[in-house]
């Protein structure tokens, strides 16, 4: 396992704010806003990062082509998702703190084979929002909890990916 890169103390403080559009509310008010969302712009795709996220949209029938999740929620364990049927299901290691190797080019094979694939982390899912708006295509949502408020939706732009860059480049790189 390679770490491509570590979170700074700075970049940790700038994370705690929605990197999208906050939608704040119950789970049935989240979900039936997102639905609007999804309805008005017709994302080419949707990602989701988190694992009451994900269950969510399942639940509330908005499919995500691509969903990562760590099994943990606010830091306690829960039981592994149920897989859909058809779906890929991928395991990958991403220490907290960290984008690794293999988290970021697991999630690029995923967005550019186009299979619903549903990827179950050791570690922590977090920081692999940057990843997927990294790679998703323009005008995806990229889709992660904002504990205790709601949802964040990230709307893939050409100025959130120079963000992505950004972030990428205030982060420490690995050591060669």
């Not at 990197?19 to 639905?35: N, P, Q, R, W």
């Not at 996220?53 to 099994?71: A, E, K, M, T």
């Not at 998702?81 to 058809?86: N, S, Y």
Request: net charge positive; hydrophobic share 40%.
């Amino acid at each position: 396992m390679k770490i491509a890169y570590t979170l700074t103390p700075k970049l940790a403080a700038q994370f705690k704010n929605p990197f999208g559009t906050l939608i704040e509310g119950t789970v049935d008010k989240t979900m039936s806003t997102l639905k609007d969302m999804v309805a008005a712009q017709n994302p080419p795709i949707i990602i989701s990062v988190g694992d009451v996220v994900s269950r969510n949209l399942h639940v509330h029938g908005i499919h995500p082509q691509l969903s990562v999740i760590d099994n943990v929620s606010l830091r306690d364990k829960k039981e592994n998702a149920p897989k859909e049927h058809g779906e890929k299901v991928v395991a990958v290691k991403n220490p907290q703190g960290t984008i690794t190797e293999e988290a970021m080019q697991t999630i690029k094979m995923a967005l550019i084979k186009n299979e619903h694939t549903h990827i179950i982390v050791e570690g922590e899912e977090d920081l692999l929002v940057i990843t997927a708006v990294q790679y998703a295509p323009l005008n995806a949502f990229v889709v992660y909890g904002q504990p205790h408020c709601g949802v964040v939706v990230v709307k893939v732009t050409a100025e959130r990916k120079a963000d992505v860059k950004g972030f990428l480049k205030d982060m420490k790189p690995a050591k060669s």
